[in-house]
């Protein structure tokens, strides 16, 4: 019973993080007409909502990093959950290298308190490129990037939960 809440509750928090990503992913095509001044007004209607829902992000990695301790080695269940582990490390990786450092330039003018200052205080800042545009791909290419590797962690433990 036990296994079964833990796989419920994983599979629950991975969607969560391949819905945020891929949102992101499927905005993409609209946000790339905008210019400098409608684009970075746009900017920061995401940092609350999608904050909140970020959450899933470590705590789907701790929920399937938690499923395959249950799991034993060497069996098909245990290579999809590992493949799903793997790839929200991706989701992770391209966050605090790409994804981060470009909020935080975004964000250096906004009054952030409590919990999202804390937030997005972590990693280290992107410096200010002599063109906005190149920001904007890099974070907008990042968001492509997570969400492939979210969709990817979802279908591995969808087909293992389902094994």
């Known amino acids: 019973m036990m296994e079964i809440a833990l796989e419920i509750a994983a599979t629950l928090l991975v969607a969560i993080t391949m819905a945020l990503s891929l949102a992101h992913a499927l905005e993409l095509p609209g946000k790339m007409r905008l210019d400098r001044e409608q684009y970075l ?79 997005f205080d972590t990693g280290a800042a992107a410096e200010a490129p002599g063109d906005w545009r190149s920001m904007r791909d890099r974070w907008e290419r990042s968001h492509v990037l997570r969400a492939v590797a979210a969709m990817s962690a979802f279908v591995l433990l969808v087909v293992a939960v389902a094994l």
């Open 41 to 119: 007004a746009v900017q920061p209607i995401y940092y609350p909502g999608f904050t909140i829902g970020g959450a899933a992000e470590p705590l789907g990695t701790v929920a399937v990093a938690a499923l395959l301790a249950t799991i034993p080695v060497g069996t098909s269940r245990f290579w999809l959950i590992a493949g799903s582990l793997a790839a929200l490390l991706v989701v992770q990786l391209i966050f605090w290298t790409m994804t981060q450092p470009v909020n935080r330039y975004w964000l250096q003018a906004q009054p952030l308190t409590g919990s999202a200052r804390n937030f």
